[in-house]
């Protein structure tokens, strides 16, 4: 294969691009807003549907609605912090675990979206049909692990005050010399954990979608090697049941366990 045989016209980048359907300054639409829409409408009528329809005597459905909700409950709360504050904060790592669940599922599904490249149906300039996930564009995930930074430190400068929450950081039995040392870390060993949510979320998905993206027929354009697609599509349709069988559930899982993990340190004495 020679290296003029190449594809130099199609670049994998611009299939995460974002291109505003409706320009409204900062409030413009585009795919991201669409996507991040529907994630918020189906875990308001989830968790709507949850409290609304529970019965003296499950069907399936409700078994299955259950489950979904011990694992938010149990696993991922009150594994992590104590019963009073597992209350107050289920809520929203309730919400925040279905949100990024919906996010990652709906980015599975091949949806009309991308309106670079359109087909003629019955006259109708339709976007084409295309993968792209929400929470593969970094803004979201940050948005999302703000709000979490945001919450477990106002929670905890509340239960210990300002100086005392400072304080709860250090390690017990750290003091002297040592302390000077040991406290600079602590102290941006908590920022991190702004960049951790927000990057393990966003590169486990990016990552996920670029592969199935050139197992799935992407590098065969880039090399000007049709055969090669008959090898790689197979792993690409592989990767596409793993991620969306799991890497989806599990970075959700994550994210808001991790949430929780924080919020329930930060009302600890160390």
């Not at 929670?155 to 750290?174: F, M, N």
């Not at 927000?198 to 990016?206: G, K």
């Amino acid at each position: 294969m020679c290296i003029r045989d190449r594809n130099n016209t199609f670049q994998v980048q611009n299939e995460f691009k974002l291109v505003n359907w409706v320009s409204l300054g900062l409030l413009s639409i585009n795919r991201a807003v669409v996507y991040l829409f529907l994630a918020a409408i189906l875990t308001v009528v989830t968790m709507v549907w949850v409290a609304d329809r529970m019965q003296m005597r499950p069907n399936r459905v409700q078994t299955a609605v259950e489950a979904l909700f011990s694992l938010m409950r149990d696993n991922i709360t009150r594994g992590n912090m104590s019963d009073s504050l597992a209350a107050k904060w289920f809520p929203y790592l309730g919400a925040l675990f279905l949100f990024i669940w919906y996010s990652n599922l709906i980015g599975y599904l091949p949806l009309p979206t991308n309106s670079e490249q359109k087909f003629n149906l019955f006259g109708a300039h339709i976007p084409s049909f295309a993968l792209y996930a929400a929470t593969a564009n970094i803004s979201v995930p940050l948005i999302l692990a703000l709000v979490t930074f945001i919450a477990f430190n106002w929670e905890g400068v509340r239960a210990h005050g300002a100086i005392g929450y400072v304080k709860s950081l250090i390690p017990a039995g750290v003091s002297g010399a040592i302390l000077v040392l040991v406290a600079p870390l602590e102290i941006v060993s908590t920022f991190m954990r702004l960049i951790s949510l927000t990057v393990r979320l966003f590169a486990n998905i990016l990552a996920g979608h670029m592969i199935i993206l050139f197992m799935a027929g992407g590098l065969a354009v880039i090399l000007g090697a049709s055969w090669l697609g008959w090898f790689t599509m197979p792993v690409g349709i592989a990767v596409y049941l793993f991620e969306l069988g799991l890497i989806a559930t599990l970075q959700a899982f994550i994210f808001a366990t991790l949430s929780a993990i924080y919020l329930g340190t930060a009302v600890s004495q160390h």
